[in-house]
């Protein structure tokens, strides 16, 4: 088996669930209603959780630093999520349509990775899809009554669903290690995920009643597992990183 193919898959989910996890604790306090606000809270401390047990495997199975270290001390060329995660969180209709597009990606992911070969992700994923499949339901129950809402709201989730697209399907950018994963039975690669995601998110979209974009390859946002991000990840990094910066070493 394969360590740095194992490491390349565990960073870009630890590192997904991380900046999402941060994007999405930005709507505490100001969630368009007090339901909101508290479910985009809970679904933050989830990810973030998700991403510190990542981080953990990597410590503990494979050498690499501490979890902290690993979410703290790390620069952003090294940071390998998707672009999809690091944008502003901008009006509510755009989070929700992040939120739709990234978790239905996230469940199937951890729905494929019960059956990995590498068995603490094995057994983490038949923990974690149970947790994800609440911020599903949320995020398709939400995006159904706003997309069935007003004609503002349902032009609003449309032009958001557009925008969102090209960097959703970011999030199945390839690795060099991609074959050799699907050989050693780690995860059955990107391709079969993004085919899942498309059949599911396809048919909510369109029972929704809003049309699924056509994004032509040339126009998917790719870079982030590779370490090219968009100008918001940076910032957001300097922010997270704020109190630990002040003394690396400190116990808090």
Not at 54 to 59: A, E, F, G, M, S
Not at 223 to 238: A, C, N, Q, T, V
Request: proline share 4%; hydrophobic share 40%; aromatic share 10%.
């Amino acid at each position: 088996m394969n360590n740095e193919a194992i490491k390349d898959l565990l960073y870009k989910m630890a590192d997904d669930a991380l900046v999402i996890g941060h994007r999405n604790s930005e709507w505490t306090g100001i969630g368009p209603m007090l339901e909101e606000d508290l479910a985009f809270s809970s679904m933050a401390q989830d990810k973030v959780g998700h991403a510190q047990a990542l981080y953990q495997i990597l410590h503990d199975a494979l050498g690499e630093k501490t979890p902290d270290e690993l979410a703290f001390q790390r620069e952003e060329k090294d940071f390998k999520c998707c672009q999809l995660v690091e944008l502003p969180i901008g009006e509510y209709d755009f989070s929700l349509i992040r939120h739709f597009l990234f978790d239905h990606a996230e469940l199937i992911r951890y729905d494929m990775l019960t059956a990995s070969t590498f068995l603490p992700l094995a057994q983490l994923a038949r923990k974690v899809k149970g947790e994800i499949k609440y911020h599903v339901m949320h995020a398709d129950t939400f995006l159904k009554q706003l997309a069935h809402g007003t004609q503002e709201s349902t032009a609003r989730m449309q032009s958001s669903l557009d925008y969102a697209m090209p960097y959703a399907l970011g999030i199945f950018e390839k690795s060099e290690y991609e074959d050799v994963l699907i050989g050693d039975g780690v995860f059955a690669g990107e391709n079969k995920l993004q085919e899942k995601w498309l059949e599911k998110v396809g048919a909510i979209v369109t029972t929704a009643g809003l049309k699924m974009p056509d994004v032509p390859d040339s126009k998917i946002i790719y870079g982030g597992r590779k370490g090219y991000h968009s100008k918001f990840l940076e910032p957001l990094l300097d922010e997270m990183t704020e109190v630990t910066q002040i003394d690396p070493n400190a116990e808090w």
